[in-house]
């Protein structure tokens, strides 16, 4: 893909036909201008992927030597890991990082991407917040040839590339090993199936009880925001269902534990009257009794994936376009929460 021509205020000012110092003006939300000159300037601006300058002229087609990062929350273990991971290799190949939370928000996703936009970030690194519909809020990066890779939170396109691991597959093994250690009835707590890791973890739990011949019903889904939080109203839940779950597959650790915590209040044991397993392998999986079952996230190992991909693109190393997807590995990692007792 060829680049486009830098966009400057002279184009809109000859396209809207209007003076370049109101554009100027309109541009530093001068109240000079009025409301309804600023919107078309703006639309317009936002249209031909006008850029403002904070740079020099002459460092217009140079490198700014910056990578973006936009995450759904910065105070997730898992993203962290990430960012820990984009952070060595960027650092080691001289970028710096840009690091922009959307908290788990479609129209701050979307002011997020046009700052990094305007700050000339060289790439894009991307994690879709939670009610993200549609992507095109990065077709301006697309336009102007500026790579963008995907991870963990993906959309299905094929302009991009992706970085994820296989979330059907490891929720698959999660709730299949649930199944083989005798539990008949299990429930899954996880969030709307709107983002492809809670669609495609969804899945792979249909799947094992599909193929174990074990009956899925609506009554068996509990969705929250998956919280520790949500864990504990998703514990009142179960504790109210009849017959109750024998087996909880959860979409993260933290709402897992959240669930087990107030579970082992009402005086249920874990396992042997309902065994868990969660996902990610946060370190509270390690610190709740008994330790909880989970499925280890290579997160650390996303970032650097993810980050490596993109500096090659840039170096010319290598090409990010012949790739549609990157699956990396992940594990079930069996602990006591899901090892119910022989009898």
């Known amino acids: 893909m060829e680049k486009e021509k830098e ?11 209007i ?23 703006f639309e317009l601006a936002e249209e031909m992927g006008y850029r403002s300058n904070h740079f020099a002229r002459n ?16 105070n997730s273990y898992f993203m962290s890991t990430v960012i820990a991971g984009i952070e060595q290799v960027a650092n080691s190949e001289g970028y710096n990082l840009i690091i922009s939370q959307s908290s788990e928000s479609a129209q701050k996703e979307m002011n997020s991407a046009r700052t990094m936009f305007n700050n000339r970030v060289d790439g894009l690194l991307v994690s879709l917040a939670y009610d993200t519909e549609d992507i095109s809020h990065f077709d301006a990066f697309y336009r102007k040839n500026i790579p963008i ?44 199936p709107k983002r492809n890791v809670y669609i495609d973890r969804l899945e792979g739990y249909k799947k094992a009880l599909a193929e174990h011949n074990l009956p899925f019903t609506d009554d068996l889904l509990i969705i929250g925001n998956l919280s520790m939080e949500a864990g504990a109203a998703a514990a009142e839940h179960i504790i109210n269902m ?36 969660g996902f990610n392998n946060d370190p509270v999986s390690k610190v709740i009794e008994p330790n909880l079952t989970t499925i280890n996230y290579p997160g650390y190992e996303m970032g650097e994936v993810a980050a490596r991909n993109l500096i090659n693109h840039l170096t010319g190393i290598a090409t ?24």
């Not at 460092?59 to 910065?74: A, E, F, S, Y």
Request: hydrophobic share 40%; with cysteine.
């Open 149 to 192: 890779i995907f991870f963990d939170r993906v959309a299905e396109q094929d302009m991009y590339t992706n970085v994820l691991i296989d979330n059907r597959k490891a929720a698959y093994e999660a709730t299949r090993h649930l199944i083989q250690q005798g539990c008949t009835r299990i429930a899954h707590i996880t969030a709307t």
């Open 7 to 17: 966009v400057t205020i002279y184009d809109l000012a000859r396209k809207l036909n």
């Open 19 to 41: 003076s370049i110092a109101t554009v100027s003006r309109a541009l530093k939300d001068d109240p000079v201008v009025s409301k309804k000159t600023k919107k078309k300037i």
């Open 242 to 277: 009849s017959p109750r779950p024998d087996g909880v597959f959860v979409a993260n650790d933290n709402c897992a534990v959240g669930c087990m915590l107030s579970l082992k209040q009402a005086g249920i044991r874990i396992p042997d009257d309902i065994a868990f397993a």
């Open 59 to 74: 460092l217009r087609n140079q490198r700014t030597n910056t990578i973006g990062v936009i995450i759904p929350r910065l």
């Open 320 to 343: 990010i376009t012949s790739t549609n997807t990157i699956l990396l590995r992940s594990e079930l990692i069996i602990r006591g929460s899901s090892q119910k007792t022989k009898t």
